[in-house]
Every structure is written in structure tokens, then in C-alpha cells.
């Protein structure tokens, strides 16, 4: 597998006037593998962007490597850059702790009556955010630490991670129809449990919305 960045050239609008919508960004990314277009084959990339330092970047997680100049349609000339991630795979270890970043898209499911199906809802609150990833944790092959020297105002314990970022970007499902999606950024640290369950929750993502921008989990080593 492949991990690439490219800084979305922000400060050229006629450049990127086209990225007004998710639906734009995942076409972009589907666009830039160029060979599976060819034979039909579309395989799953994630993707989500990253702002730090004040610049905005498109971050792709993909089987094969993407078209260079593809890739860098909306972006800052120069800025491509794709690494093997498989060495980073083949070095997790069970307990191993590690400082992570995650985009999804935090839902729930409600009860309608008079509906055999539920309706999926976007979590709100800060609280009920944290409380989504805390929930899925386990199954995901990871756990959050809790600090039990350190307490909030209401006397509970603080976690190794928060939330950074809270956006709701626009997706257009249909020509002249748009629904707002809930984008949340994490960013905290974890310690490895399951590491075939972990595995895949870094490659197949996390959560609803994978295809627009949401799932995308990376870790780094704690130092």
C-alpha cells in the first residue's frame, strides 16, 4: 500500500475552483489512478484533508500508486510525495502506543416508526463525538488511555485524545441536491491491541462516508 500527500494550491482559485463540494475531492482522487479507470476497476482509496501550518493538503491511501501529475491537478507544483506504507504495517506490535489522526464522520442509528430501517444521524456534541470513537475503540483493535490523575469540571477522567477540528463540508448526491456532512478531526494517543484488527482499521478505514474524505486513520510511533 501507498500513503500520498499533495498541498492543495488554496491561494489559486482559478486553479481549484472546481473543489467546492466533496463529491469534487473524491472525483479528484478517483482521478488520479488513471490505470483502474481503464480496466473498470475501481478500488477503494481512502483519502481526507489535513490542515497544518496553515496549508491545506490531500492525503490518499491507496493499493497502487497514484498518477504523479494526476495527483497533482489542484495542487502546489512540486509538492507530490508517496511512500511505501506496508514497512509501517509490518511494524505494529500489540501494546504498542502510538500517536494518531483520524477524520470520520460520527453517526448513530435512530429507530422511525413504522420503518424496517433505521435512519442514520449525525452525532452533534463534542461529547457525544468523543463518545462514538470511545464505543468503536475495541472492535477497531485499539484502545483509548484515560488519565486518572488528571479530571474534568464534572470530576470525570480525560482522555489521550480530542477533537480539533468539527466542519459540516457540502456533498451533492444528486444534480441541484446537497446534504452537509458531519467532519470531525481526532487526534490523541492510542495503544494497540489487535493488531489484525488494527491493520484494518488503518487500510479500510473508520466509520460511514469512507469515499468522501471520512475513515482515514495514521499513526506515528510514540516517542
Known amino acids: 500500500m501507498y500513503l500520498s500527500r499533495v498541498e492543495i494550491d488554496s491561494n489559486n482559485r482559478a486553479k481549484t475552483r472546481d473543489l467546492t463540494h466533496l463529491g469534487a475531492y473524491h472525483n479528484w482522487v478517483e482521478q488520479s489512478f488513471p490505470a483502474e479507470i481503464a480496466v473498470h476497476e475501481r478500488l477503494r482509496h481512502l483519502w481526507r484533508i489535513d490542515q497544518l501550518g496553515g496549508r491545506r493538503y490531500l492525503l490518499v491511501l491507496s493499493e497502487e500508486k497514484p498518477d504523479v501529475e494526476k495527483l497533482a491537478t489542484y495542487g502546489v507544483q512540486g509538492t507530490v510525495m508517496t511512500k511505501a506504507y506496508d514497512h509501517l504495517l509490518d511494524q505494529l506490535h500489540e501494546g504498542q502506543l502510538l500517536q494518531f489522526r483520524l477524520t470520520a464522520n460520527p453517526t448513530h442509528t435512530i429507530t422511525v416508526p413504522g420503518r424496517k430501517q433505521g435512519r442514520v444521524v449525525p452525532h452533534i456534541t463534542v461529547e457525544q463525538q468523543r463518545q462514538w470513537l470511545i464505543d468503536r475503540a475495541e472492535r477497531a483493535g485499539f484502545s483509548l488511555i484515560q488519565n486518572v490523575a488528571a479530571e474534568n469540571s464534572d470530576g470525570a477522567p480525560t482522555w489521550s485524545f480530542d477533537i480539533v477540528g468539527r466542519e459540516w463540508p ?26 489484525a484488527a488494527f491493520k484494518e482499521t488503518l487500510t479500510q478505514g473508520l466509520g460511514r462516508e469512507k469515499a468522501y474524505g471520512m475513515g482515514l486513520m495514521t499513526v506515528i510511533p510514540e516517542a
Open 170 to 195: 457540502t456533498l451533492h448526491r444528486r444534480a441541484g441536491r446537497g446534504v452537509r456532512l458531519s467532519r470531525v478531526t481526532f487526534e490523541g494517543l492510542l495503544r494497540i491491541n489487535d493488531v
